[in-house]
């Protein structure tokens, strides 16, 4: 049974920083590409970043790059978000996924496994 259990959320002030965590169990980690999504109350679950099997390569949409940095620790089955200068738009329910293989890809529907997520909160 595939679980992915996400950590790290909470509440900041715009500008400050959290590192968000996912570790995975059940699955082959070091097989998987994984990655962080998002869903904002009333919006749809969108991408922010994703990492592939060896952490080669990532792939990040706009709004965040330069921002947020994703990063895994295979030896660990654990993901990583690093969120910096948050802003009020970066609030949101945060959830890991993973997926078997790498597709560059920040599409809900290429992932089948998910975890439950973990909240941020950035406050003006």
């Known amino acids: 049974q595939v679980q992915l259990v996400e950590s790290g959320g909470g509440s900041v002030q715009v500008g400050g920083s959290l590192r968000l965590s996912c570790v995975a169990s059940?699955?082959?980690?070091?097989?998987?590409?994984m990655g962080w999504f998002r869903q904002a109350p009333g919006k749809e679950r969108e991408g922010v970043a994703t990492?592939?099997?060896?952490?080669?390569?990532?792939y990040y949409t706009d709004s965040v790059k330069g921002r947020f940095t994703i990063s895994r620790d295979n030896a660990k089955n654990t993901l990583y978000l690093q969120m910096n200068t948050l802003k009020p738009d970066d609030t949101a329910m945060y959830y890991c996924?993973?997926?078997?293989?790498?597709?560059?890809?920040?599409?809900?529907?290429?992932?089948?496994?998910w975890g439950q997520g973990t909240q941020v909160t950035v406050s003006s």
């Open positions: 990492i592939d099997q060896w952490a080669l390569n990532t």
């Open positions: 996924a993973a997926q078997r293989y790498w597709l560059q890809s920040l599409r809900v529907a290429d992932f089948p496994f």
């Open positions: 059940g699955l082959p980690y070091s097989d998987y590409s």
